[in-house]
């Protein structure tokens, strides 16, 4: 499998001197710390660290879903950080995919209405035929009409895919998409993710605990502490939980 290499001069997100503090005074929390970071057009990154070293926080202030403290934060060449509330969600309806661990489809709706969901918050009608295609791009062509509870936990995840893939999102985030799914599940729903990037151009940026998950991506970023610690190329599952093992040793 070859990694697909984007152009460093064009990042679909980016990230400068981005510092996220909750609290303040002696109960204040550094969540992030500094960190500057690009991540490529048609690039799969996994982001991984031990827990509390800032993984989440640094996936939801990328994806403009949280406000960083200090520093500037950009998809596509537009800068987050200084745009209002309203204006921020316009974005994040048109240019953000989010996928969540616990798949969070309205469980009233069939798979067809959640994944056209984002379309009608934003005031616009699916084309016809549009949701269909989008649930045949995850395998799911034929059971758009059944709701959440009829469906499988990977299937439920492949809804919630083609949910954020159906408004033709610049980045596709995903926080631990695998980590409610068996392990034969979860690897499908990982190479799915994988074609995206190498068949259709996606940017996919995630964040995982999992080694066999991260050896699906092209890079895997490493935190501790709210910072940077090292990055690993054409990642393996053996070779990251290595790199790991040296993560966690390290003083705090």
């Known amino acids: 499998m070859t990694p697909r290499i984007a152009s460093p001069a064009q990042p679909a997100v980016r ?3 981005v510092r996220r503090v909750f609290g303040s005074g002696d109960s204040a929390v550094t969540a992030l710390a500094s960190v500057s970071l690009d991540f490529p057009r048609g690039g799969f990154t996994a982001v991984m660290g031990p827990s509390g070293s800032g993984k989440s926080t640094l996936l939801q202030c990328a994806a403009g879903l949280d406000r960083p403290t200090a520093g500037s934060v950009s998809i596509g060449g537009t800068e987050l950080t200084g745009l209002g509330e309203n204006k921020l969600t316009l974005l994040r309806r048109q240019r953000i995919g989010f996928v969540f661990q616990a798949f969070n489809l309205l469980p009233a709706l069939t798979a067809e209405q959640n994944v056209a969901l984002p379309l009608r918050l934003a005031g616009r009608r699916p084309r016809r035929g549009e949701v269909r295609e989008v649930l045949d791009r995850v395998g799911l062509a034929q059971r758009g009409g059944h709701r959440p509870g009829e469906l499988s936990g990977g299937q ?5 895919l083609a949910r954020a893939l159906i408004t033709r999102p610049d980045v596709l985030f995903a926080d ?3 980590g409610a799914l068996d392990m034969g599940t979860g690897r499908e729903v990982l190479a799915l993710l994988r074609d ?6 996606q940017t996919v940026v995630m964040v995982t605990h999992d080694p066999v998950a991260a050896s699906f991506a092209d890079r895997v970023v490493f935190l501790v502490d709210g910072q940077v610690s090292t ?6 599952a053996e070779s990251v939980a290595a790199r790991m093992t040296t993560l966690e040793a390290l003083p705090c």
């Open 176 to 178: 631990e998409p695998t």
């Open 231 to 236: 990055e690993l190329a054409a990642p393996t």
């Open 196 to 201: 995206m990037v190498d068949a259709e151009g």
């Open 156 to 160: 439920q995840q492949r809804v919630a």
């Open 15 to 17: 990230l400068r001197d």
